[in-house]
């Protein structure tokens, strides 16, 4: 089993091949989701809503963010391993960006980083790159940037924000960035930006004409099952199968059927 690594994800899609990749945040779950054989794992700041309930991306630390990097890194033979800055890491500007992206890296042993945005974070982007960190680009509807949008409903409807999209997602191939993920955005535009850069585009809603597809973990095992976005395909459904096993560990305990005679010293 070969890394995967930036050089593999961009002769993937040259050959036409999909890019598969999926969040994890910690040792367990990363080793099982790496030994699947996932191409990228994605150690997200969705962490801050999935990990530690928090309503939006806003309040993860790096601190955190480099905690569950770690764990991640620890349990990936295989798979390119991407670890999200945080919101506040590197909005400042490119002298702190570049210092959070290297204190990222050394400390956690994951492959790259990723942040969200276009024009406006593109000279910390090259800074980045310069310091010889790999990163992958976000575009399209960016968490970080709720506050400012004030929904999480579908971005680049309109002409003016997609053609502003079209334009940083170029920004960011020729600064350097390895691959973009896209999300939340029309199917024909996503199409039509991953024609145009030699980069994998990755999508989240995205549709299927561009280069891979991420989705969040837990929602695609079915452990929220309040959260249904048109996009997301469910492939368990965890929440029942857990809670089977959790009612029926807790009828044994108050049956006094486990521990059973094989099952004590
Ligand atoms: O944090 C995250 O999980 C992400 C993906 C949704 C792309 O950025
Ligand atoms: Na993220």
Do not use: W
Not at 112 to 132: F, N, P, Q, Y
Not at 145 to 170: Q, V, W
């Amino acid at each position: 089993k070969r890394k995967v690594t930036t050089h593999h994800l961009a002769e993937m899609k040259q050959n036409g091949e999909k890019i598969s990749m999926l969040t994890s945040y910690d040792f367990t779950t990363a080793g099982i989701v790496d030994r699947a054989g996932m191409d990228i794992i994605l150690v997200g700041d969705s962490a801050s809503n999935v990990m530690a309930g928090n309503s939006t991306t806003l309040p993860i630390t790096i601190e955190e963010m480099i905690y569950h990097g770690k764990c991640v890194a620890r349990a990936t033979k295989r798979a390119l391993v991407v670890l999200d800055m945080p919101f506040g890491s590197y909005q400042a500007g490119a002298d702190t960006g570049v210092a959070s992206a290297i204190r990222m890296m050394k400390e956690t042993g994951v492959d790259s980083v990723k942040l969200e945005g276009g024009e406006e974070i593109i000279d910390t982007v090259r800074r980045i790159i310069g310091a010889g960190v790999p990163v992958m680009g976000h575009l399209g509807l960016m968490p970080q940037s709720i506050n400012k949008y004030g929904t999480y409903g579908l971005r680049a409807k309109d002409n003016e924000e997609a053609e502003k999209l079209i334009k940083d997602a170029h920004l960011l191939e020729e600064a350097g960035c390895f691959a973009l993920v896209l999300e939340k955005i029309p199917a024909e535009l996503a199409e039509k930006v991953s024609k145009e850069l030699s980069i994998p585009v990755i999508g989240i809603g995205a549709g299927g004409g561009v280069d891979g597809q991420v989705l969040v973990i837990q929602d695609m095992l079915g452990m929220n099952n309040d959260f249904k976005p048109k996009f997301l395909r469910r492939y368990a459904n965890l929440e029942e199968t857990m809670t089977n096993a959790l009612q029926g560990y807790i009828t044994d305990v108050k049956s006094g059927d486990f521990p059973n005679e094989g099952e004590q010293y």
